[in-house]
């Protein structure tokens, strides 16, 4: 492997890592405040792309397109939490599961309906087309770049409003002790619901993120939500630096499982070897901490 494909590699794994954190960020705020793993948060991560193809197409506006992708998400997630996850607070977490699997098979459906089974594509904005140099000789696509500054953008921003608001301040102490919270007169039910907004929120800034380099497509959002669990695992659920952690851990492992293993023992043992490396990281990571490798604290 060249210096320039390893620098290529690690930096496209680094973006991964960066969405996966953006998408694990969402599971892990909702968990931290009401102990509820949402497994219908790929499908945010799914019908955002879609939106924004759709208005794409109706407008010819990438920045509308954005907007309405992102508020009309954020709405969808707080409608769900009130009319679906709030009945279920006070019941066990099977049936949240259920509920929350129900609403991925759900949403896979309507987009099947509504867009069809063909995929369907987002083009790269004209002012990010083309590559740069981030090394000599090393060139590497400029919406690769533009991405990542984005995914680092969003995550800044959830810092700013966990650690420098009113807001942020609530949820925190929501997360580690509701009890006191509730008796303080903060309403954690319309935190909850702010949560879930701001959870859809980040998935959604994933999933127009990705939606220019991938096919937008039914079922698209399920296996980053695997992978979203995985990180959440390996970090330690509930805690946002171990998320941060273990997502640019995973993006990297992942993206130069996916190169090295195909060159080094065959294309396909190695192809199907590099897709369980991410679980056997899990698998190690669990022995060695079981609780992840930090604990849980939002």
Same mark, same amino acid.
């Given at each position: 492997?060249?210096?320039?494909?390893?620098?290529?590699?690690?930096?496209?794994?680094?973006?991964?890592?960066?969405?996966?954190?953006l998408m694990?960020?969402?599971?892990?705020l909702?968990?931290?405040?009401?102990?509820?793993?949402?497994?219908?948060?790929?499908s945010?991560f799914?019908?955002?792309a879609?939106?924004?193809?759709?208005?794409?197409?109706?407008?010819d506006s990438y920045?509308?397109?954005?907007? *309405?992708?992102?508020?009309?998400?954020?709405?969808?997630?707080m409608?769900?939490?009130?009319?679906?996850?709030? &009945?279920?607070y006070?019941?066990?977490?099977?049936?949240?599961?259920?509920?929350?699997?129900?609403?991925?098979?759900?949403?896979?459906?309507?987009?099947?309906?509504v867009?069809g089974?063909?995929?369907?594509?987002?083009?790269?904005?004209p002012?990010?087309?083309?590559?740069?140099?981030?090394?000599?000789?090393?060139?590497? &696509?400029?919406?690769?770049?533009a991405?990542?500054?984005?995914?680092?953008?969003a995550?800044?921003?959830?810092?700013?409003?966990?650690?420098?608001?009113?807001?942020?301040?609530?949820?925190? %102490?929501?997360?580690?002790?509701?009890?006191?919270m509730e008796?303080?007169? *903060?309403?954690?039910?319309?935190?909850?619901?702010?949560?879930?907004?701001?959870?859809?929120?980040?998935?959604?800034?994933?999933?127009?993120?990705?939606?220019?380099?991938?096919?937008?497509?039914?079922?698209?959002?399920?296996?980053i939500?695997i992978?979203?669990?995985?990180?959440?695992?390996?970090?330690g *659920?509930?805690?946002?630096?171990?998320?941060?952690?273990a997502?640019?851990?995973?993006?990297?492992v992942?993206?130069?499982?996916?190169?090295l293993?195909?060159q080094?023992? %065959?294309?396909?043992?190695?192809?199907?070897?590099?897709?369980?490396?991410?679980?056997?990281?899990?698998a190690?990571?669990?022995?060695?901490?079981?609780?992840?490798?930090?604990?849980?604290?939002?």
């Open positions: 492997m060249t210096i320039a494909l390893l620098v290529e590699q690690l930096i496209n794994g680094l973006q991964q890592g960066l969405m996966l954190f694990a960020a969402g599971v892990t909702v968990f931290g405040i009401m102990r509820l793993i949402n497994l219908a948060h790929g945010m799914m019908l955002a879609y939106v924004a193809v759709a208005v794409f197409a109706a407008t920045l509308l397109a954005f907007i *309405v992708a992102l508020a009309g998400i954020s709405v969808l997630a409608l769900l939490e009130l009319a679906i996850f709030r &009945p279920l006070a019941r066990g977490h099977l049936d949240q599961l259920l509920a929350s699997f129900g609403l991925v098979l759900v949403f896979n459906e309507i987009a099947v309906m867009w089974r063909e995929p369907l594509y987002l083009s790269i904005p002012l990010l087309s083309g590559q740069v140099e981030i090394l000599p000789g090393v060139p590497y &696509p400029v919406y690769r770049l991405v990542s500054a984005l995914a680092i953008a995550g800044l921003g959830l810092w700013l409003i966990l650690s420098r608001t009113r807001l942020g301040m609530q949820m925190r %102490g929501g997360a580690e002790r509701r009890e006191v008796a303080m007169g *903060v309403n954690i039910r319309a935190i909850a619901t702010m949560v879930f907004g701001i959870g859809a929120c980040l998935a959604g800034v994933a999933g127009l993120m990705t939606a220019p380099i991938m096919p937008v497509q039914s079922g698209m959002g399920d296996p939500l992978l979203t669990l995985v990180v959440m695992i390996i970090g *659920v509930g805690s946002l630096r171990g998320a941060l952690i997502a640019l851990i995973v993006g990297v992942d993206t130069f499982g996916r190169i293993l195909p080094l023992i %065959g294309l396909n043992a190695g192809s199907a070897l590099s897709n369980m490396v991410i679980y056997v990281l899990m190690v990571v669990l022995v060695i901490r079981p609780t992840g490798l930090v604990r849980s604290a939002t």
